[in-house]
């Protein structure tokens, strides 16, 4: 399971809104026949690439399947994996976790279990869903995972001018980790941002505008939402559920992320914190109790400081 979660990683920038997948199919002498993982929306998932690179496809009726999450049980894009194991005759397969999105949610290891395939499921499960905190979130709560983003000087104001050029590009990688960005409009009209990932080779993510004052709606795109009437932050992120997004990174202005605070509508949130005072008008948004700081780091004289509910 340790070398399927390693595989599934390697589906971290393509494979939203899915979740990232790994499989390892195993002999009956403990030696790696075949293994696979989720490279992209829309193609093939981890347990069709893993049973495809098996040279011996004989060899698949005495093996074992290591999979880190629950095989589908329904056609969406790709048909069913559950249906391919049961078809190449794999007598038994090791789940990590279970998939919560409603059309799986325990029916592909049922779909399995009928077929008399042998299922054991909580395979290093805390890291298997770890690994896809993201997705899980999104739909356990049926709203996309939320990351609040700022940086911030020694004093707690807020100043998007004090990245470096190597925390800057990994602020894109963190973009491109993303379904989408949201900002406000205030944001979008003081500083033009470009919102993509132009410092990371990583897709850009839809962007999203809140507006109600109808400043921005010119900006407006197929690329691009704006929302100009809303009745609650809950509603803008249960919208972008519907169209997919599993994930959200808000990146101001300050009004908009301690909008998102006040409600606890976040999941996680990334401060850079650079070693200068500046005072100013604006100050950074005050943590809650209920912060905890996950892992920091120093780059360049600046502490990203990571946190999580």
């Known amino acids: 399971m340790q070398r399927a979660l390693e595989l599934a990683r390697h589906g971290e920038l393509d494979a939203s809104p899915n979740p990232m997948v790994g499989a390892v199919i195993v002999a009956p002498d403990g030696s790696i026949i075949g293994e696979g993982w989720h490279r992209r929306h829309g193609e093939g998932h981890a347990e069709v690439n893993a049973i495809a690179s098996v040279a011996d496809q004989s060899m698949l009726r005495d093996s074992t399947m290591y999979v880190t999450l629950e095989p589908c049980s329904h056609y969406g894009k790709t048909p069913p994996c559950a249906s391919l194991i049961i078809e190449k005759g794999i007598p038994r397969v090791v789940v990590g976790c279970l998939d919560p999105y409603e059309k799986v949610a325990g029916r592909g290891v049922n779909m399995l279990r009928e077929a008399s395939v042998e299922v054991e499921t909580g395979c290093m499960e805390a890291e298997c869903v770890a690994l896809n905190r993201k997705f899980m979130t999104a739909h356990r709560l049926r709203r996309p995972y939320v990351t609040l983003k700022w940086a911030e000087s020694a004093d707690g104001y807020i100043d998007g001018h004090i990245s470096t050029p190597v925390t800057s590009m990994l602020v894109h990688k963190l973009r491109a980790t993303h379904d989408a960005i949201l900002v406000g409009s205030g944001t979008v009209l003081a500083d033009s941002p470009r919102l993509d990932t132009r410092l990371f080779a990583g897709r850009s993510p839809l962007r999203v505008i809140l507006d109600r004052r109808g400043r921005t ?93």
């Open 217 to 309: 709606g010119g900006c407006a795109d197929d690329h691009t939402v704006v929302y100009s009437s809303y009745s609650s932050l809950i509603e803008v992120l249960s919208d972008l559920y519907s169209r997919g997004v599993t994930s959200v990174l808000v990146e101001g202005g300050a009004q908009v992320l301690r909008s998102f605070m006040d409600l606890g509508l976040w999941d996680a949130i990334r401060i850079e914190r650079a070693p200068i005072y500046i005072g100013g008008e604006v100050k950074a948004p005050a943590l809650s109790p209920d912060c905890r700081v996950a892992d920091t780091l120093i780059i360049d004289n600046n502490t990203i400081i990571h946190i999580e509910k």
